[in-house]
C-alpha cells in the first residue's frame, strides 16, 4: 500500500511517484494486466477476417451526481460506450478510459468507480486496455469526469445504417422509457422527490447480438440517450428519407414516470436512456426479434412501436391516445444537463 | 449558418437540434466524413495483415492556458495521442475527439482549436473519425478539456518495450529538451517572465517510422512528458532491470530554459516536452538512429545523451559536467500542474 492518502493532491497529476502510485493501486490493479505498455497492443483473429471492419467510438460523461440508484459515472462510461458500439452493428471488444479528476476528490470514490468500471466491462464482455489520469486544481473540474472509447469489430456483410431504413421496417423498444433521465432527476435532490426509481443503465452487447441473429436483416438501431427516444427516431426518419409513426398507447411508460413529467412539465419522450434502444428490422423479422429480445434480461420489457412510412419523409408522427396525431420533432433546446 | 450565437450555452449539451447545431458547424464539419454514423466503421489493410497488431491508447488534455506560444490544446491532444502510438511502434491510423465545454465558452476559441487538430492530424496522416461534446455549467470545469484516443497498427515482427532494453543500448533524444514546460510556465503569466520560447509540441509518428527505417533493432521509445526525462528514463530503467547512465554535457537544453530553471528552482530532466522522444537503440544502430532524426524537421537537434549499462539495475545516474555523478530520481509531486 504505497497509496496513504484519503484525497487526491496535485502531486497525484504530476508524473512522478505519486501519479504512478494512484494509477498502479487505484486504476491498474483493477484494469489491466501487468507490464502493460503505455499503448496497448491487441490482436484479435476478428478484425484479420476478410471484410471485417473496426469500429471506433468515444464519449465523455459529466454526470452529476456522480453516484445514483442504478448505477455511477463508472457504469455509465463503460455502458454508454459499449452501447455505441452495439448499435452500430460491431462487436465490442476494447475500451479506453481518461479521467479528469478534481483535487481534493476522495480516493475511495475512485476505487468505487473504477470497481464498477471493471464490474461492467467483465459482463458486457469487453476489457478496459488503456487509461489515464489527469489532476487539476479545485474548482477546476466537477470531481470526476470520465471519457472511454471504444474499439470492436463489425463482422463481414454486416451493414446497418439509419439511411438503410425503409418503409414498412418495424421498430422496437427494449423497455421502459425513460427511467434514467426521472432517476437523475430525483437524484439530484432539488425537487424534493422520493421515488424508487432506478437508471436502466445497462450495457446493450449481447442484446444487439441476440437481436441480430433473430432478425439477420436489421436495418439500423441507436441507444436513445441525450434527447431521448424523439432525437433518435428524428435522426433515423432524416437519415432515411422516410417518415416514422409510432403509436402513444404502444410506448412502454412506467406510471412513476409519466406522473414525474406531469408534474415537471416534462416530455418522457425526450428523457434520456442509458440502457435502451431502438432497432428497425424487416416487418417479417419483427416477431423474432421481438422475442430475442424478451429472451434476455435487459430486454424483458421490449415492444413494438412503431414503423418506418412512406408518408411525411422526415417526420416522426405518434398516433395519441385519442385517435388523433402529433408531430414528434427534435429537442430544439436543454431539457436536462449533465444527464450522462 | 444555423449557430449564431458566440457562446457555449448548455442547449449546446441537450442532445437535441442545438447541440447538432454546434456538432455539424464546428466539429464534424472539419473532421468527419459526411453521414458517418455514431461509431466510426474503418478498413485497413494494414490491420489484415497476419501477426499485425492492434495499438489502443488514450491522453485527457487539461493544459492551461488553452493556447501558447508554438501550439493550443488541440495541438496537444493530436500530438499526444499520436505519439503514444509511435513510441509503441504502432503507425497511428485513427483518433477519437472528446471535448468537455463550460458553459460561457466561446464558439470562435472552439473552432481555432478543431482547426488546430485538423491541421496536426493531417500532418501525422492520422484522421479524427468519431468524437463527442458535453457541456457543464459554469465553475463545473475549465473552459474546455479534451480526450483522445488512438488506434494505431504495430507491423508483424516489430517488437518494442522498455522491458527489451539491454546494457550497451544507446539512448538517443530528438531535441532540446524542456520547451514544452518552460514556455507554459511563462505564458501562464504569473512569474512576469518574458520569452522567445515556444512549446516543442509535435508529431513524432513519421520520425519513429524514419528511426525504425534506420535502426530496425530498436528496443523501446517514450515520449517525455510529464515528469521529463527523467521519468521516462527511470520507468525504462526499472522495466528493463539495467543502469541507465546519462551525461549531463550531452543533454541538449537551451540557455533560455536553463536560465528559468536556475532563477525557479527547476530541474530540466523534469520538465515536460510534447515532441520529444527518447529512444534507445542497439550500439552498432546508434549512428544510423541519429542520422535519421536529423534528416527531420522534428529531429534537427537529435543526439546520443547515454547508454543502458548492466551496473546500478534499475536506476539512472548522471555524470555530472564537473566530474562527479548524481542519481536521478523518478519525480516525487508534482513540478508544474496542468502542463498538458
Same mark, same amino acid.
Given at each position: 500500500?504505497?497509496?496513504?492518502?484519503?484525497?487526491?493532491?496535485?502531486?497525484?497529476?504530476?508524473?512522478?511517484?505519486?501519479?504512478?502510485?494512484?494509477?498502479?493501486?487505484?486504476?491498474?490493479?483493477?484494469?489491466?494486466?501487468?507490464?502493460?505498455?503505455? +499503448?496497448?497492443?491487441?490482436?484479435?483473429?476478428? *478484425? =484479420?477476417?476478410? /471484410? $471485417? @471492419?473496426?469500429?471506433?467510438?468515444?464519449?465523455? #460523461? !459529466?454526470?452529476?451526481?456522480?453516484?445514483?440508484?442504478?448505477?455511477?459515472?463508472?457504469?455509465? +462510461?463503460?455502458?454508454?460506450?459499449?452501447?455505441? *458500439? =452495439?448499435?452500430? /452493428? $460491431? @462487436?465490442?471488444?476494447?475500451?479506453?478510459?481518461? #479521467? !479528469?479528476?478534481?483535487?481534493?476528490?476522495?480516493?475511495?470514490?475512485?476505487?468505487?468507480?473504477? +470497481?464498477?468500471?471493471?464490474?461492467?466491462?467483465?459482463? =458486457?464482455?469487453?476489457?478496459?486496455?488503456?487509461?489515464?489520469?489527469?489532476?487539476?486544481?479545485?474548482?477546476?473540474?466537477?470531481?470526476?469526469?470520465?471519457?472511454?472509447?471504444?474499439?470492436?469489430?463489425?463482422?463481414?456483410?454486416?451493414?446497418?445504417? =439509419?439511411?438503410?431504413?425503409?418503409?414498412?421496417?418495424?421498430?422496437?423498444?427494449?423497455?421502459?422509457?425513460?427511467?434514467?433521465?426521472?432517476?437523475?432527476?430525483?437524484?439530484?435532490?432539488?425537487?424534493?422527490?422520493?421515488?424508487?426509481?432506478?437508471?436502466?443503465?445497462?450495457?446493450?452487447?449481447?442484446?444487439?447480438?441476440?437481436?441480430?441473429?433473430?432478425?439477420?436483416?436489421?436495418?439500423?438501431?441507436?441507444?436513445?440517450?441525450?434527447?431521448?427516444?424523439?432525437?433518435?427516431?428524428?435522426?433515423?426518419?432524416?437519415?432515411?428519407?422516410?417518415?416514422?409513426?409510432?403509436?402513444?398507447?404502444?410506448?412502454?411508460?412506467?406510471?412513476?414516470?409519466?406522473?414525474?413529467?406531469?408534474?415537471?412539465?416534462?416530455?418522457?419522450?425526450?428523457?434520456?436512456?442509458?440502457?435502451?434502444?431502438?432497432?428497425?428490422?424487416?416487418?417479417?423479422?419483427?416477431?423474432?426479434?421481438?422475442?430475442?429480445?424478451?429472451?434476455?434480461?435487459?430486454?424483458?420489457?421490449?415492444?413494438?412501436?412503431?414503423?418506418?412510412?412512406?408518408?411525411?419523409?422526415?417526420?416522426?408522427?405518434?398516433?395519441?391516445?385519442?385517435?388523433?396525431?402529433?408531430?414528434?420533432?427534435?429537442?430544439?433546446?436543454?431539457?436536462?444537463?449533465?444527464?450522462?
Amino acid at each position: 500500500m504505497a497509496l496513504r492518502d484519503e484525497r487526491v493532491t496535485l502531486a497525484h497529476g504530476g508524473g512522478g511517484t505519486a501519479m504512478r502510485d494512484l494509477i498502479e493501486e487505484v486504476f491498474t490493479a483493477v484494469f489491466e494486466p501487468p507490464g502493460m505498455e503505455d +499503448a496497448a497492443q491487441l490482436s484479435a483473429a476478428a *478484425l =484479420a477476417e476478410p /471484410g $471485417a @471492419r473496426l469500429a471506433f467510438t468515444t464519449d465523455g #460523461f !459529466v454526470v452529476t451526481p456522480l453516484e445514483f440508484p442504478g448505477g455511477d459515472i463508472g457504469k455509465l +462510461a463503460v455502458c454508454g460506450t459499449v452501447n455505441d *458500439l =452495439a448499435v452500430s /452493428g $460491431a @462487436r465490442p471488444l476494447w475500451l479506453s478510459a481518461a #479521467f !479528469v479528476i478534481e483535487e481534493g476528490t476522495e480516493i475511495a470514490l475512485l476505487r468505487r468507480i473504477v +470497481a464498477t468500471m471493471a464490474r461492467e466491462a467483465e459482463a =458486457a464482455g469487453v476489457r478496459i486496455v488503456t487509461g489515464d489520469t489527469k489532476v487539476v486544481g479545485r474548482g477546476a473540474c466537477d470531481t470526476v469526469f470520465v471519457t472511454t472509447a471504444g474499439v470492436g469489430v463489425v463482422p463481414p456483410g454486416r451493414e446497418m445504417g =439509419a439511411a438503410r431504413v425503409r418503409p414498412g421496417d418495424v421498430a422496437l423498444v427494449n423497455g421502459v422509457l425513460g427511467d434514467h433521465g426521472a432517476t437523475i432527476l430525483a437524484a439530484r435532490g432539488d425537487l424534493a422527490l422520493s421515488t424508487a426509481l432506478e437508471s436502466d443503465c445497462a450495457a446493450l452487447g449481447h442484446l444487439m447480438e441476440a437481436v441480430l441473429a433473430a432478425a439477420p436483416g436489421a436495418r439500423a438501431a441507436r441507444d436513445l440517450t441525450r434527447g431521448g427516444l424523439a432525437s433518435a427516431l428524428n435522426e433515423i426518419a432524416a437519415a432515411a428519407g422516410c417518415g416514422i409513426e409510432i403509436s402513444e398507447e404502444a410506448l412502454p411508460l412506467r406510471a412513476e414516470v409519466s406522473g414525474m413529467c406531469e408534474i415537471l412539465g416534462l416530455d418522457p419522450l425526450y428523457l434520456a436512456n442509458e440502457g435502451r434502444l431502438v432497432v428497425f428490422v424487416p416487418g417479417d423479422e419483427a416477431e423474432a426479434a421481438l422475442s430475442a429480445m424478451r429472451a434476455r434480461p435487459e430486454g424483458q420489457g421490449a415492444c413494438i412501436i412503431g414503423a418506418a412510412v412512406a408518408a411525411h419523409p422526415g417526420q416522426v408522427r405518434m398516433r395519441t391516445a385519442f385517435g388523433g396525431a402529433r408531430i414528434v420533432d427534435m429537442l430544439v433546446g436543454e431539457q436536462l444537463p449533465r444527464i450522462c
